[in-house]
T-cell receptor
C-alpha cells in the first residue's frame, strides 16, 4: 500500500513550451502533496505544499507563476512548468501524505520525473 | 535555518561489511529525524525514524540513534547485503510541520 506514481518518468521539451507532470496516490487519499526539486548531487528542495481543494503554498524563492500546482482531487496533483527554460531542467519528485498518518509525519514518494529543456 | 549534513558518497562496500553513514543536523528545539532510502528506479521510502532524544530507530537491520548532545543521527548496519545498494537520505522535520529538510544523499554500492 501507499504507492505514489508520477507521469511521465522523463520528458524532453523545447525552450518556451510548458510541461505538465502528474502525481497520483494509487491506493490512498492524499490530503497533502508536496513537490520537490533535486539538482545533481544535491538534496531535495521543497518547492511547494498543496492541500486538496486549496491553493498551494510555495517556498521562498519559488516562482508560483512559473510552477503551477493543482491539487484538484485527493489522488491527483499536477505540476506545470510554464515557459520552460534550460535552467528548469531538473529531477522533480512528488510526495503525498494522508491525514490518517499525520501523527507519524510520513510522506510517500513518487519515483520522480526527469525534465530536460533544450 | 534548519539543515542536514550527511557524509559525501559514494560508499562502496563488500557484502557483510559494516556500514556507517554519518548525519548531523542543525535545528532549534527538538526535530524529528528520518532516514529515507531510494532504490534504483523507485521513490524514496521511509527506512526509520526517531522523534526524541536517545530514541533508536531500526528497520531491516539498520539502526540510528537520536543524539541531541552531538546533533547526530548516524545510520548503521552490521552486515550489508547487495540488496542494500541504494541512495540514503537523512532528513528532519520540526514543530509538527510536515515539511522535510533533506541531506544531499549518500549512494551506497555493495559488491558481492
Amino acid at each position: 500500500g501507499a504507492v505514489v506514481s508520477q507521469h511521465p518518468s522523463w520528458v524532453i521539451c523545447k525552450s518556451g513550451t510548458s510541461v505538465k507532470i502528474e502525481c497520483r496516490s494509487l491506493d490512498f487519499q492524499a490530503t497533502t502533496m508536496f513537490w520537490y526539486r533535486q539538482f545533481p548531487k544535491q538534496s531535495l528542495m521543497l518547492m511547494a505544499t498543496s492541500n486538496e481543494g486549496s491553493k498551494a503554498t510555495y517556498e521562498q524563492g519559488v516562482e508560483k507563476d512559473k510552477f503551477l500546482i493543482n491539487h484538484a482531487s485527493l489522488t491527483l496533483s499536477t505540476l506545470t512548468v510554464t515557459s520552460a527554460h534550460p535552467e528548469d531542467s531538473s529531477f522533480y519528485i512528488c510526495s503525498a501524505a494522508t491525514w490518517q498518518r499525520r501523527n507519524e509525519n510520513e510522506q510517500f514518494f513518487g519515483p520522480g520525473t526527469r525534465l530536460t529543456v533544450l | 535555518g534548519n539543515s542536514v549534513t550527511q557524509m559525501e558518497g559514494p560508499v562502496t562496500l563488500s557484502e557483510e561489511a559494516f556500514l556507517t553513514i554519518n548525519c548531523t543536523y542543525t535545528a532549534t528545539g527538538y526535530p524529528s529525524l528520518f532516514w529515507y532510502v531510494q532504490y534504483p528506479g523507485e521513490g524514496l521510502q521511509l527506512l526509520l525514524k526517531a522523534t526524541k532524544a536517545d530514541d533508536k530507530g531500526s528497520n531491516k537491520g539498520f539502526e540510528a540513534t537520536y543524539r541531541k548532545e552531538t546533533t547526530s543521527f548516524h545510520l548503521e548496519k552490521g552486515s550489508v547485503q547487495v540488496s542494500d545498494s541504494a541512495v540514503y537520505f537523512c532528513a528532519l522535520s520540526q514543530g509538527g510541520s510536515e515539511k522535510l529538510v533533506f541531506g544531499k544523499g549518500t549512494k551506497l554500492t555493495v559488491n558481492p
